[in-house]
């Protein structure tokens, strides 16, 4: 427990727009001008230049109003948007020897694996993150499954234990989700993202649009998993209470660009720039 | 000897070719005649042509003939015909500027340069059954044909009688208000779906010609879903034209434009009201939307337009509304050739014993299977129960 | 055998010289990639969609005059649709054509493939309804074609999970989705599970046209050909034991059922069940014929 954390992410001028882009995009854009938008070419600078550091167990919140760019750099990080620039250095935990690898250069092949293997996500709408159609089993199955898991006892074996650890009965395991309440669909979301003991649990805005009490039980069940598993995660939100009940670290963006980062208590106590001076005032 | 098989399929095809025949003779009527077909019935002969993707007026005849008057019987022989055609040359592109217009009507404009010219249509016939046609005698015929000569007599100083007009999107694209076709949608030379299958996305050319030769029914039906509210609910005719579009090629030798001759054929183009935004170019415009027939198929050309315009936009990401099936480019195409829907349909006539058999093995099991669940959990009540007691 | 004189209008097996072309590279694309389907611009023929036009144009596409032809639907050579297929092609060609697989070059074929084992020196021709086995989970082609393109098959394997959860077994009759050469997802066509097995490192060809599709594809010889079965479900074949021909007494063949009327019989008749592939069947009925012959 007295050993140095290792890193476990590392992005590097991360950005992507939507456009050709111009010579005056970086006058027109950006948190100062309040727009994402050039005016002159219609370019949306949606995340630009990026930069941070992800250690292994920690969680980092990332806050921002919506169009801030925060689900753009989640996507990115999650393979499913390339970007136009920049690095997402990835450090194996269970490896101290190996490599760093970009992520960001991988063929899709690669992505998919490497998605599917060491990243689990999670959703705010579960249509996002489930299939509808298939049973909550199945759902949680998919992974396993991609994985070549071809034992349908081991199978559901594993989806049992992986219910119990998200508080979900596990005898409804060939339910429909629909027949399962939101704040249920986010447990069977949060199995499913664990099924296969990822390295890195991005959470995008999980709990808004859940009634507060049902809200308080998932964080509570993501901070057991967070102590749990030394799980290492990325917790997108725009509430800031949540982002204080989970974060170590936060970092705040506003039109694609991050305006400050640091420790996340020191990041409320004292916001240094006007956006989060903004936004921590209006939080009370 | 229990077992008998099915046997003869020989003489089965050979004698339903028979009983086929026979229906159509059995009345003892007078035999209809290609040209009365043709002259007659010129709405069958159209969609025959324009289903079964083969100008030939006289052959869409025979087609109709020989299927009973079953439009989709009889652009399935003109398709299968026309499959068995070498291929001379293209044509160059036309334009149908120079269409010789029997009827161009435009709904934009309460004038448009040219005039309304309403021509042969039958909007506003009251839609009362005629029964002079019961007793219609070749007098009667003589007697019309006489009284077009005089009309014709009259009419030819007038500087319109040829019925070349300008065209209605000329103006708007004057005007700015038509989308210019996006870069990534120009192409060099057109796509060709009878040399290779359309795979999805698909080029705007590819998508033209699959719906110039779709089922005019399945076109109308989209469409109309998709004006009804799921789609572009407003699009605006901006010209409607009807009449002989003059075919040119390049000579073989001489590689000059030559004029070979003139097709029947209707045109539509629309404009939709949603505003489609280009990328550098942020003015607001309308889209266009194209539809285009052999033959006089009024019905067919604006659901073709409509539905051009409705996929369009859909690729875009600017249309206005709830977006349904009709916007959905893959989902219309595939599902809208009549040829492929009816002979995919009326396959389950074939032999289907052996996946029945397949299924009904299946079907077994899985009773098997719930009955063995069945089993288990009243075991485990009355395990339950003992316990219990 | 019987042979015709082809048909004077026509060029010989009817579709053009460069359709044909297309045809047959397009075979050659999707013998190269194995279980890979290859879009192809498939003819319009004077036969209906649907109706084997697929199938047709692969034949068309590689009979040669000295070929023998033989041609089933449902295994049986007399059915109503083989009889009209093969009268197309005798006309048009003008080959020989023979009911017995032995003999045939060319077997073309709707929802079976023949008893008797095919050589390297065979030709096995199927024809194809449906083309994709992802539509069960992504009916969209363009989003299955990416799917294809990148392995992505978990969703077809949450698919056969939830089979197995819901139907207690893999629920699918027949298209049964198989791994080929390692690599694709294909459809089997609706042959039964029985003759899936028949694709598995064979000694011939398998060519699968699908017309309306617009789709060819390929098995070649001694490829692996795997159906998708769990550890502790296995993929297996109709069988039930004791099950005989009623005509031939074959124990090892797929059977059809169908009920026979008599009148005399307490629920007016019975459930016989006989080979589907019929002149497998003849076949075994005439040797036992003359083995009765040589044995009196």
Known sequence: MTHLATKVLHVEHLSKQYGPGCARCAEYTGPHHHSSQCPICGTVHACVDANFTLHQGEVLGIVGESGSGKSTLLQMINLAIAPDHGHIWYHEPRDDAAQAVDLATMNAFAKRTFRNDRLGIVYQRPELGLNMRFTVGGNVAEKLLLANWRHVGNIRERIRDLMQQTELPPERID??????????????QIAKALSSSPSLLLLDEVTSGLDLSVQARVLDLIRRIQWEHRMTMLLVSHDLGVIKQLARRTIVMKNGHIVESGLTDQILEDPQHPYTQLLVSSAL | MGYIAARGGTNAILNAEQLVDYLRLKGGSTPLSLVQIRDQLRHAVGRAMNEGALYAPML??????????????????????????????????LSSRQMRCLRRISASFKDIPGGQMLGPSQDYHIRLLNTLLITESTADIGRVHAHYQELIAQGSNDPHAIGHFPKVVDYMRDEEMIAPLPVDQQEAEPFDITRTALTFPCSRSARLQALAQSDTGCL????YSSVRGYGDAHPTLAELRYGMLPVEVNHPLTGEAVTIGEIEVTECETVSKAHSVGTHDTKPRFNLGYGFTFGHGEVKAISMA???????????NSLG????PAANEEFVLLHSDGIEASGFTAHYKLPHYVTFEADLKVLERSKQHKTTQEQSRLATIATHLKEQA | MTQTSPSQLYNFAFIDEDSKREVRRMTLKAVAIPGHQIPFASRDLPIARGW???????????????????????????SVNAVNLRRLLQRTAGVATTTDTDAASIVQTRHR??????????????????????????????RATVMHGEADYGRMWVYMYESVVKAGDLRIASQYPVMVAGRYLMDTTPIPRWDVPKLHMAETLFLFGA????????????TSVVPLEFADYRFKVEYTPGQQCRRCGATDTFLTSHFVVQPDAPNGGHWVSSCSDSSYCTKRVLAQTVATEEIS
């Open chain 1, 175 to 188: 339910d429909e989700p629909h027949t399962f309440s939101g704040g249920m669909l986010q447990r069977v």
């Open chain 2, 60 to 93: 869409a005849a025979l087609a109709v003939k020989q299927a009973e008057g079953d439009s989709i019987e009889a652009s399935f022989l003109i398709r299968a015909f026309r499959s068995t055609l070498s291929r001379i040359m293209p044509t160059r592109a």
């Open chain 2, 220 to 223: 109308l039906t989209y469409a």
């Open chain 2, 306 to 316: 409509i539905l051009d315009s409705v996929m369009s936009q859909a690729k875009r």
């Open chain 2, 321 to 324: 509304g709830e977006s349904g």
């Open chain 3, 52 to 78: 084997g036009t697929g199938g047709l144009q692969i034949t068309m596409a590689i009979i040669q005059p000295e070929d023998t032809l033989k041609v089933i639907d449902q295994g049986d050579d007399e």
């Open chain 3, 113 to 142: 493939i023949p008893e008797e084992a095919m050589r390297a020196d065979q030709i096995l021709v199927l024809q194809v309804p449906m083309v994709d086995p992802l539509r069960w989970v992504e009916p969209n082609l363009e």
């Open chain 3, 211 to 222: 017309g309306r599709e617009k789709r060819i594809y390929a098995v070649p010889p001694h």
